[in-house]
């Protein structure tokens, strides 16, 4: 059974930083490792949106709300993948997921980050 384990999230300050990580379990290191994942967010009210992107090659897209500010990044070996948040805005509040592309239907329980005035 394909899971997604979000963490790393909390209540941090504007201008603060969080890093949140996505274990994944079930996924066999061949397709873990040859596919992109993605880190989506999802504010209250709102739609879920696409925040970042990784690719197999390690090379990397962000939405234009967050580019500049956050990183995404993976370790294969443990078949995890990283969002590191720095500058944190309170418009960046919501809960976190990440996605397998070849799950796209299977989401973890996101991690929350709300960032205070």
Not at 17 to 24: A, D
Not at 60 to 73: P, Q, W
Not at 91 to 97: A, K, S, V
Request: net charge positive.
């Amino acid at each position: 059974q394909v899971r997604m384990v979000e963490s790393g999230g909390g209540l941090v300050e504007a201008g603060g930083s969080l890093k949140l990580s996505c274990k994944t379990s079930g996924i066999i290191w061949s397709a873990f490792s040859g596919n992109s994942m993605a880190w989506y967010r999802q504010a209250p009210g709102k739609q879920r949106e696409l925040v970042a992107t990784i690719e197999s090659s390690g090379g990397t897209n962000y939405a234009d709300s967050v580019k500049g500010r956050f990183a995404i990044s993976r370790d294969n070996a443990k078949r995890t993948v990283y969002l590191q948040l720095n500058a944190l805005k309170p418009e960046d509040t919501g809960l976190y997921y990440c996605q397998h592309p070849s799950y796209p239907n299977t989401w973890g329980q996101g991690t929350q980050v709300t960032v205070s005035s």
